[in-house]
């Protein structure tokens, strides 16, 4: 039985808030330079990146410090890009919101504020990824490979083969000093990159396909909070699993929509 702290409840509904927010913000369309590189091999980088990581940390943890620098690097430019362009309502302006947080994540690494100051940076750049991805990428193969990611990462949970380069990976960092990009942290609980990376891809899938992302954003969060009641049982939870789990639903809910609007149709 895992002892559960209602602090910590607190914090993974901040962090199922967050998926929410990213499965709902997106927006579509990408730049038209960008088309000659489409191609469906895209789809690989969700599942392929969770094996890929964790293997690379269990056989050479060194690798977790170059992930860090990797994340120091882009994750800020991913921002920027969120708020000025990639995301509903986005603005040039607003990207200097992007440039304050990273001012305030480097000035005040260890406080609660420049820890939240750098979770709202990875947050976003998951819309700039999401959006790019589902511009590159057909729905289906993008929606296939997140199902996969899930599959990928509940086997090495429940496994426990996640959890040691896990560990690795949260307690690296770039240099001493220089905050720590590679996953969220709102002081009580912790989610990685991969879980939010996937709800800002199913929203970039959306918004392409013209979806409302609203009911699904609301979706993502009833399953989020029901799947972590688990962690009265469990320490570690894959966070992908939940939207599969959306993914398959909302499936489900708009074929049958389409469905009844065939036979409508023909009566």
């Known amino acids: 039985m895992s002892a559960v702290s209602r602090e910590f ?83 040039p302006v607003y990207a200097l919101l992007a440039v304050a947080a990273f001012v305030v994540a480097l000035l005040d690494v260890d406080s609660p504020t420049g820890e939240g100051a750098a979770a709202f940076l990875t947050a976003l750049s998951c819309i700039t990824l999401g959006r790019l991805l589902a511009g590159l990428v057909p729905a289906t193969p993008l929606k296939l490979g997140i199902i996969a990611m899930a599959v990928i990462d509940f086997i090495l949970v429940f496994g426990n083969q996640l959890q040691g380069p896990n560990a690795t990976l949260n307690a690296a960092v770039p240099a001493p000093g220089l905050p720590q990009l590679q996953f969220l942290d709102v002081t009580w609980a912790r989610m990685g990159y991969g879980d939010v990376f996937v709800a800002g891809l199913l929203g970039g899938i959306l918004a392409v396909e013209g979806r409302r992302q609203a009911p699904a954003a609301l979706l993502v969060f009833v399953l989020c909070c029901l799947w972590d009641l688990l962690f009265l049982h469990f320490n570690t939870l894959p966070a992908t699993v939940p939207i599969a789990v959306a993914i398959v639903i909302l499936e489900v809910v708009y074929r049958r929509a389409a469905s009844s609007r065939a036979l409508a149709a023909q009566r």
């Open 9 to 91: 409840m607190i914090g993974i509904g901040i962090l199922n808030a967050t998926q929410a927010l990213l499965v709902l913000t997106p927006g579509a369309g990408i730049p038209s330079w960008l088309h000659r590189f489409k191609t469906k091999l895209w789809a690989l980088i969700a599942p392929v990146s969770i094996a890929l990581v964790v293997a690379a940390i269990a056989l050479v943890p060194e690798v977790a410090d170059g992930l860090t620098w990797f994340a120091l690097l882009l994750v800020p430019p991913g921002a920027l890009l969120a708020l000025g362009w990639a995301m509903r309502g986005a603005k």
